[in-house]
């Protein structure tokens, strides 16, 4: 019988403001970039993950901005079971933190906690993306400005041998990561996990001893293997940092940037991972002032950028 190609999509988590949306519809156009020849993946769909907040007529919007399929599945924002916010809010000073985060961008109360959630343990999981073997992640401040080499023409997926693929492994900062190492040599030891790769796992831990910092790979481009991820192992460490205590995404903000790493170091083995950057990948924003983020660094890439921006102002 014939063999299903596998079959990768585009997967980005939305929030409704009007800088979000502007970008993305930017990161959509620049797909166009991507050096691809297999017409099959020239047509991977995108899912932009929501809160239900996005209307139709931004949606209609944000599909006029690329060829591809796009769908708007949504995503549940509730909370871990057994971990009771108002509890948190009034007896933790970290909590109160980390649920004010990125509200100066316009982001609900824990809204990026959630999200760093969603990327860790629930994304996997999520119904939209069942029939898919892989998933490209970007996020709404990101474009590619050149399509990349060779190991790049396999976008929006990854070459069979891999599990997973991404820029590092770089070294984070003192911040967002109380308690997380331990709490993974804790589980290790508690589950009888040996590091699948004991060369990257040494990394991180002469990096923590030396430095009191983990490592990091670049979550806001990122291909990931669906089946790997979702392996019962797997996916038991990701609900252990996000669904029971210590809740360290959300009593710390456990980034998704560390997490990985050490899932990576614990389940992956080193030829299946491809730690390497896209030349032509570019993310973030513009630094304006404290608490102010100015306009997608990807802006200056593209000369229409004013008129989307007017056309999601007047959607407001």
């Known amino acids: 019988p014939h063999k299903k190609k596998p079959t990768p999509a585009i997967t980005s988590l939305i929030p409704n403001t ?5 970008d993305f519809c930017l990161a959509l156009r620049s797909l166009e970039s991507l050096a691809v020849t297999d017409e099959s993946l020239k047509q991977a769909p ?6 239900g907040d996005i209307t139709p007529i931004q949606k209609e919007t944000i599909r006029a901005c690329t ?15 057994g971990f009771d916010v108002s509890t948190e809010m009034e007896n933790s000073k ?16 824990w809204g990026y906690a959630q999200m760093i959630r969603f990327w860790t343990s629930r994304v996997w999981k999520h119904e939209a993306l069942a029939g898919y073997d892989s998933i490209m992640r970007i996020d709404t401040d990101s474009c590619f400005i050149n399509g990349g080499d060779e190991e790049d023409l396999n976008l929006p997926g990854v070459m069979k041998r891999y599990v997973y693929r ?6 984070g900062i003192n911040q967002w990561i109380d308690g997380l190492y331990d709490f993974a040599v804790e589980y290790m030891r508690r589950e009888g996990i040996t590091p699948a790769n004991p060369e990257l796992w040494k990394v991180i831990e002469d990096t923590w001893k030396e430095n009191g910092v983990l490592r990091t790979v670049g979550t806001n481009f990122e291909v990931s293997r ?3 991820f979702r392996r019962t192992d797997v996916a038991k460490w990701l609900d252990a940092l996000t669904e029971s205590p210590p809740y360290g995404v959300f009593r710390h903000r456990w980034g998704d940037a560390q997490t990985r790493v050490l899932t990576l170091a614990m389940f992956a083995k080193k030829e299946n991972i491809l730690l390497r950057v896209h030349p032509g990948y ?11 983020m100015g306009p997608s660094k990807c802006a200056q890439y ?14 407001q």
């Open 18 to 22: 009007p800088n979000d949306l502007r």
């Open 46 to 51: 995108v899912f932009a993950f929501h809160e």
């Open 67 to 81: 060829d591809r399929p796009v769908y708007f599945p949504v995503v549940n924002f509730d909370f871990p079971p």
């Open 94 to 109: 970290m909590a109160r933190t980390v649920a004010t985060g990125g509200q100066n961008l316009g982001r609900p109360a």
């Open 166 to 171: 991404s820029k590092g492994p770089g070294t």
């Open 226 to 228: 669906l089946s790997f």
């Open 282 to 292: 570019v993310h973030g924003r513009e630094f304006i002032k404290q608490g102010v």
């Open 302 to 315: 593209f000369t229409q950028y004013g008129r989307i921006d007017e056309t999601f102002e007047q959607q």
